[in-house]
């Protein structure tokens, strides 16, 4: 994940409000296509022009190319409202940031996110790295509505349950519930990537707690009933996966 800043130069002092308003458009529409990360990219505003600091997947992630119809459109209205085309400089690094899928052609995908993640909820099912969600076929009209909309609620379920205090068990029972709202919507974006990409999607179950080891290991698949464990942990936490449904889970965090 890298940072960037895009600096949109001011050509026309009258059209401030038709600035701020573009350039919030074309946030949002980077943003559902997967191309810029999180909704509170910081904007500061000066005499000549305005700039954004946002967070990106790779150095190149604001290419045109990546872009969808709808981008390509608004970010014609530039010259419009008085903007100049935004010049791009990267600035560095993300410091927290998990390293990008290099696989030639990964084989599989794991729909995987936490409350504190950042960056793309699709990891390859080979190397455990990101997938920019721009490198996948649409999922949605105009991007990845449906994916982000998923993140959102997991990384609410998560908060809640991290947090301790309110809806703790509310959260956790949307994530680690196979029959949950959140488990099904879940599911069902895994099928649809599936499907566009001919390539299996795993979704992961959440795990807390259990009331013995025994009765951990002895965990089975909770869509087909059959024996999930595996003989050791795919990337260091998934202990359980059915092939079969697609599903993972880990051992229960006091058992590990
Ligand atoms: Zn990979
Ligand atoms: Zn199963």
Redesign the pocket.
């Known amino acids: 994940m890298h940072t960037q800043k895009m600096q949109f130069t001011i050509l026309d002092k009258d059209k401030r409000e038709q600035q701020v308003d573009l350039i919030y458009t074309l946030l949002g529409c980077w943003v559902q296509n997967g191309q810029i990360l999180g909704n509170q990219s910081p904007i500061a505003e000066s005499t000549d022009s305005f700039k954004v600091f946002v967070n990106t997947p790779d150095t190149d992630s604001l290419e045109v190319n990546y872009s969808n119809a709808y981008t390509r459109e608004k970010y014609k209205n530039l010259k419009e409202v008085g903007l100049r085309v935004p010049i791009v400089e990267n600035l560095g690094v993300h410091p927290e940031s998990i390293e ?4 030639k052609d ?1 084989g599989s995908y794991i729909l995987f996110t936490t409350f504190i993640a950042i960056e793309s909820p699709l ?7 990101i ?1 920019p969600l721009y490198k996948l076929p649409k999922t949605n009209k105009h991007g990845y509505y449906d994916i982000l909309a998923w993140q959102n609620n997991y990384q609410s379920c998560d908060s809640l349950q991290m947090g301790c205090r309110i809806g703790e068990r509310f959260g956790m029972n949307q994530m680690m519930k196979f029959n949950s709202p959140l488990s099904r919507d879940g599911l069902a974006i895994c099928q649809k990537i599936e499907e566009l990409t001919k390539k299996a999607t795993y979704y992961y179950l959440y795990k807390g707690s259990a009331r013995s080891a025994q009765l951990e290991l002895n965990r089975k698949c909770p869509s087909c009933g059959e024996k999930w464990l595996r003989q050791k942990p795919l990337f260091d936490l998934f202990s359980f996966q059915c092939k079969k449904c697609k599903l993972l889970s880990n051992i229960a965090w006091d058992y590990k």
Do not use: A, S
């Open positions: 990008l899928c290099d696989c990964c990891r390859c099912g080979d190397c455990f790295g997938i």
